[in-house]
């Protein structure tokens, strides 16, 4: 037995509010760059769902700014941490070198790539330069009072650099190595948020919250002109060039892309998202990049709701946008169609997403979604549940990709969400809640222990509860549940349970890691106990279509593939999501498993082999 990574479906871009993302491309304009979580995303432009993690951090990242070359990515986090690395395979660390005592809030690299500027939020200085494959010192960022928010280098020699910070100022360096050269105040009324030179070395541009774009010679610093009085009404978050020098792009708070003529100082195009007149929070345009190398002249921005906007000059709509999580996926689950190429995910923020297995596409599902973490999905007849921590059941139509029908409140919190013979179970802290057709048809309620967990098939119902017992129900036409065994085996809490496609097995996880097998014929009679090479909590298992092999994935971040036949036989995946797996699932027709987790990616993995 092996299993593979096919692909890593890659989480969003995590954005903050009022505070700039920044976006990076490489030189040939074919791959897009950022951070998310604690992780990098390098990601295909022309087909997102081909993309490479890199997991070196330790801390959140938050910038990540390809080389000139294209062959290294230099990438900061909230530590104060810059690590640089290859970006073909996202794997080989060239060095790790630490700058100041804060967040890393933009990076910088020269035109010959080999010096690197970071700059953020320090105690003693606020940004250093450093050579990209030693880290030795090639000389220093001054004449900031407060956090320095962006950086660039000039892309020729002589070598300039500017800075911009909540101080409300631009500082321009001479190197190498860098050294203050002169300090522009008084021209921005705001914190300046971001700082660009041309292509072409000539012009320095700087906008910031107070909408104002100031231009700048690019080889004195001297302060040129002031464009675009009253275009954009919220803050400027980021700039961009064309290569040609002779336009750039630019991101703001009002929902808006703007695209500037240089010469003449005009805006030629602007982009609105969020529909026309009113004002959508999640539409704030916090990040623009224009990739240099392309034919199509394509410009990429950034939502503050995680979503990648492609933009083209003339088209006055987004020609794709591209949407996943932002946030750590906490629930994972398959269409009800039963051939595994739709999965559903749910976040931690209440964001629910579709996927499309083969194509690794994802659409956010329209509709009220949760306003909490997602608990769990379950799907049946066209139509899939999820239950969440606003202590709802909500039902989404799968054709049409929207939430539908009523939303159901529960009685207290759900740990749970199980479906069968067009019944709907929803384990609480307090019992069962059944729905049909939408409506409550009827409840056990269970003092002794909490339930912690549900699973369903055909007319047999398992529960898994607070004091390590797992108990079988059996529902008869009434809606009413008759418990027909229990088991006592587990040491800890049963946090994860799933029955095999005909009902005949249960495979029950516990918080320890350890995961029992039984059968359901006359009560519970354990199988196998021998699954036991998780050491977190185990969070999801699935069954494939023919029972003979469960895949289970745990917060020790690891998914397992077990054998019923030789459960001694089992393949892992290591590290498979940072901050631990929460979900898994069998797709492609069995071939294949997907598993999400902490790191709000979902990945592929080809199993082969089974024994």
């Not at 892309?155 to 650099?161: D, G, N, Y």
């Not at 020098?245 to 805006?267: I, M, P, R, Y």
């Not at 129900?473 to 800890?492: H, I, M, P, R």
Request: proline letters at 3%; a neutral charge; glycine letters at 12%.
């Amino acid at each position: 037995m092996s299993i593979t990574i096919e692909k890593i479906l890659a989480a969003s871009s995590v954005t903050a509010r009022g505070q700039p993302t920044q976006l990076s491309t490489d030189p040939k304009g074919e791959r897009i760059a950022y951070a998310s979580g604690k992780s990098i995303f390098v990601r295909s432009i022309d087909d997102p769902s081909d993309s490479k993690q890199y997991t070196g951090h330790t801390a959140q990242t938050t910038v990540a700014k390809f080389s000139p070359s294209g062959f290294y990515i230099a990438s900061g986090d909230v530590s104060g941490s810059v690590r640089v690395w290859d970006s073909i395979e996202a794997v080989n660390t060239k060095g790790e070198y630490h700058i100041i005592s804060g967040r890393i809030n933009d990076i910088a690299w020269d035109g010959d790539s080999q010096r690197i500027i970071a700059v953020g939020d320090g105690r003693e200085r606020f940004g250093h330069a450093i050579t990209a494959d030693s880290g030795n010192s090639v000389g220093e960022v001054s004449g900031h009072s407060k956090v320095i928010n962006a950086v660039a280098i000039r892309p020729l020699r002589p070598l300039r650099a500017a800075t911009v910070s909540d101080d409300m100022a631009m500082c321009f360096l001479h190197g190498a190595p860098f050294k203050f050269n002169s300090k522009s105040t008084g021209l921005h009324k705001g914190f300046v948020l971001g700082t660009a030179f041309s292509p072409d070395g000539n012009t320095l541009v700087t906008v910031g919250a107070d909408k104002r774009i100031q231009l700048y010679d690019g080889k004195t610093g001297e302060p040129t002109k002031s464009i675009g009085e009253g275009e954009h009404t919220g803050s400027i978050f980021a700039v961009s060039w064309s290569k040609d020098s002779k336009k750039f792009v630019t991101a703001s708070a009002d929902q808006t892309v703007k695209l500037w003529d240089v010469e003449t100082g005009k805006v030629t195009q602007t982009w609105r998202f969020g529909g026309e007149g009113g004002v959508s929070v999640p539409d704030q345009q916090v990040g623009v990049v224009w990739p240099h190398g392309r034919s199509d002249g394509l410009i990429i921005s950034l939502s503050l709701g995680g979503d990648l906007n492609y933009l083209v000059e003339g088209n006055p709509n987004p020609i794709k946008v591209v949407q996943g999580h932002n946030k750590s996926i906490t629930a994972l689950g398959v269409g009800s169609d039963g051939k595994g190429q739709t999965l559903w995910t749910g976040s931690f923020d209440g964001r629910v997403c579709n996927w499309d297995v083969t194509s690794g596409v994802g659409t956010v599902v329209d509709g009220q979604s949760h306003t909490n973490q997602v608990t769990e999905f379950t799907s049946g007849d066209g139509r899939a549940y999820s239950v969440g921590w606003d202590d709802t059941l909500r039902i989404v139509d799968e054709s049409a990709n929207t939430f539908a029908g009523e939303t159901q409140k529960l009685s207290s919190q759900p740990k749970g969400v199980a479906s069968a013979d067009g019944r709907v179970y929803v384990a609480t802290i307090e019992g069962v809640e059944i729905y049909i057709k939408d409506q409550l048809a009827g409840k056990l309620d269970t003092p002794d222990s909490q339930p912690t967990s549900i699973a369903a098939q055909g007319p047999l119902v398992a529960v898994g509860f607070s004091n390590n017992a797992v108990r079988l129900y059996k529902v008869d036409s009434g809606n009413k549940l008759t418990q027909s065994g229990e088991a006592k085996d587990s040491t800890a809490h049963i946090s994860a349970l799933a029955f095999s496609k005909d009902g005949s097995l249960l495979a029950a996880g516990n918080t320890a890691g350890k995961i029992c097998v039984y059968k359901t014929g006359g009560g519970l009679e354990l199988v196998s106990n021998r699954w036991s090479a998780h050491t977190g909590r185990v969070t999801s298992i699935a069954w494939n279509e023919a029972g003979t092999h469960a895949v289970s994935g745990a917060l020790d971040t690891n998914v397992f593939v077990w054998s019923l036949a030789k459960p001694g036989s089992r393949v892992k995946a290591l590290n498979a999501h940072k901050d631990g797996v929460n979900g898994v699932a069998w797709v492609d027709g069995g071939k294949k498993v997907a598993s999400t987790g902490g790191d709000a990616s979902i990945k592929i993995w080809n199993v082969a082999d089974l024994q």
